[in-house]
């Protein structure tokens, strides 16, 4: 994006210096429809320069959580630049509603989408909130520290969790239960400390709900969130299909799965083991080769999804490889000024690291294909659409996995461990969602009701056959584990609306490559200029969770998976 309300050389130090072009925003007289789309488009611009800033301090710090010099400048954002930009923000979407030139302007394509959002922000702006997001972010970002510093030592050898985790693929049952025991007990040690920031944020997360007028966190933050398409009763209904139609679906595979293995009781430690007994599948040999071949593997699904890659590596916008000191999880963060993204992971060797960077790279080609449109609100989709762009590229990438697997046999088997991986997803994804409603419904929870709470609504959507006697207390803080729950609170059933449509969209490909494709990139390029149901509409799609779409996409998901 080339700069031309801000001065080319401006950066971000302090507010002083910032304020100015906020000033100037405030104060422009705006005369016609015109000058108002300019007045949107130099607003866009200082919003773009202001987020690829804080985009840069918190990757540089989740690169290396142990820092405290990157960590500051992070916290000297979140505590001294972003609480300044809240109020100003909000008198600038007060400003812009009273405009007399708004409706002729919310005729454009996205322009409707944005003033609803814009709307919105001014409905739920609190003074009294600002220092509460603040201490809300500082919070939050206390996890990833936390589970940032988990290691184990495993035959003399300092490992994270994520490498440690691989350890559960070996053949060895008996190393599977001393590497599983390992982990646990490691994740345990912090448990008190992880139990009491979780009160903390509820706590916080509670009063700005009230603040706000609203019965609860959860009722805000579905506004908040711009859950404009579907209710929290959508959500509920949702889980019901997910348990009527994939929990069975679950419990086939895991009794197939005890079977194979020919075991008495199929343990948690069970489950990530090639249950014929076969090695690990090993989809790369280094962070660069793995690199190497996803840039090979998107060029060929298409070759401008294979240059999306390449120029991300060439501008160094990748960190892939998992080490200590490292913050958990992954991501893509979209980087609004300069309009090539950021991809951030673990990876150690497994197919679910490869998996994870199909995944990140189709949020990557999402950025690319959504920059050239004229807003950074435009490029800014909800998450139920982004999640689509990623969970589609993963089942769309399946076509060129011969780049990591050159043996047919490896090959199929990586397929069907995914196509598994895909129906146990839904089932975790209802959990995860129907746990934090009845977190935020009950606020002043105890954490033995917490911990009773999350027992009842796992073991509706986990399966029946596996063995938990004696491992009752790794069950009970398995929650503990999802960040989601710490740093991005409600995102989550988003992963299970999108991998329905991504099911959709890969049935579509299969079909006929050509039409599922252009689908798919049709709905990407929209970025939110449409609401959620035409953008699935614009990948020939529905946003439908029914118990009878839900069934009919597994139908199709069972028979590819016998197909193989």
């Not at 300019?38 to 987020?51: A, G, I, N, P, T």
């Not at 160094?316 to 998992?322: I, M």
């Not at 999880?329 to 060797?349: D, Q, R």
Request: glycine share 4%; with cysteine; proline share 3%.
């Amino acid at each position: 994006m080339e700069r031309k309300f801000l001065d080319k050389s401006f950066q971000v130090t302090t507010w002083e210096e910032l304020k100015p072009y906020f000033n100037e925003l405030l104060e422009r007289e705006i005369n016609s429809k015109v000058e108002l789309v300019q007045w949107f488009k130099d607003r866009s611009e200082l919003e773009s320069v202001v987020s690829e800033d804080l985009a840069w301090r918190y990757i540089k710090m989740t690169c290396d959580t142990e820092n405290e010099q990157i960590r500051d400048r992070f916290n000297d954002f979140i505590q001294n630049i972003e609480p300044k930009i809240a109020p100003l923000s909000d008198a600038l979407n007060k400003k812009v509603v009273q405009s007399e030139y708004l409706k002729d302007v919310e005729k454009q394509l996205g322009y409707d989408i944005m003033i609803r959002e814009v709307k919105k922000e001014i409905e739920l702006f609190r003074e009294e909130n600002i220092p509460l997001f603040t201490e809300m972010q500082t919070e939050s970002q206390r996890y990833g520290q936390i589970s940032g510093a988990m290691t184990i030592t495993l035959d003399d050898k300092e490992l994270t969790l994520q490498q440690a985790g691989v350890e559960l693929q070996s053949t060895d049952r008996e190393h599977r239960e001393k590497v599983y025991n390992l982990i646990s007990a490691r994740r345990l040690t912090d448990k008190e400390k992880l139990d009491e920031l979780f009160d903390k944020l509820i706590a916080v997360r509670d009063k700005v709900a009230k603040n706000t007028g609203f019965a609860n966190y959860r009722d805000y933050k579905f506004k908040a969130m711009g859950r404009f398409d579907y209710t929290a009763q959508d959500c509920f209904d949702m889980h019901d299909s997910i348990q009527h139609e994939v929990v069975p679906i679950l419990n086939q595979l895991a009794a197939k799965r005890k079977e194979q293995l020919k075991v008495d009781d199929l343990r948690p430690f069970d489950k990530a083991v090639d249950p014929e007994g076969k090695k690990p599948l090993k989809a790369f040999e280094s962070g660069d080769d793995l690199l190497q071949k996803s840039i090979k593997a998107f060029g060929r699904i298409d070759p401008y999804f294979g240059e999306c890659l390449q120029k991300m590596d060439k501008m160094g916008h990748l960190d892939l490889v998992s080490r200590k000191g490292k913050a958990p999880g992954g991501y893509n963060y979209p980087l609004a000024e300069s309009g090539v993204p950021f991809i951030f992971m673990n990876a150690t060797s497994t197919l679910r690291d490869m998996v994870t960077l199909m995944h990140e790279g189709g949020h990557a080609v999402h950025a690319f294909l959504a920059d050239p449109l004229e807003l950074n609100d435009f490029k800014s989709t909800p998450s139920e659409v982004a999640e689509l762009a990623s969970m589609s590229m993963e089942l769309i990438s399946m076509d060129a996995w011969d780049e990591f697997f050159s043996n047919e046999e490896d090959l199929k088997r990586a397929k069907l461990e995914h196509l598994e991986q895909l129906i146990e997803t839904l089932p975790w994804v209802a959990t995860i969602d129907k746990f934090q409603h009845w977190i935020y419904e009950n606020p002043n929870q105890t954490h033995e009701e917490r911990k009773a709470a999350w027992n009842q609504i796992f073991d509706a959507f986990t399966d029946s056959v596996t063995d938990w006697e004696g491992l009752s207390v790794n069950k009970d803080y398995l929650w503990q584990k999802q960040l989601h729950l710490y740093e991005v609170p409600f995102y989550y059933i988003e992963y299970g609306m999108a991998q329905l449509g991504a099911v959709a969209i890969w049935k579509n490909y299969k079909e006929n490559k050509k039409k599922g494709l252009d689908g798919y990139k049709a709905a990407l390029k929209l970025g939110y200029t449409k609401t959620i149901p035409e953008i699935y509409e614009a990948a020939q799609i529905k946003f439908d969770f029914s118990q009878e779409y839900i069934k009919e996409l597994m139908k199709f998901v069972k028979g590819e998976m016998e197909a193989l």
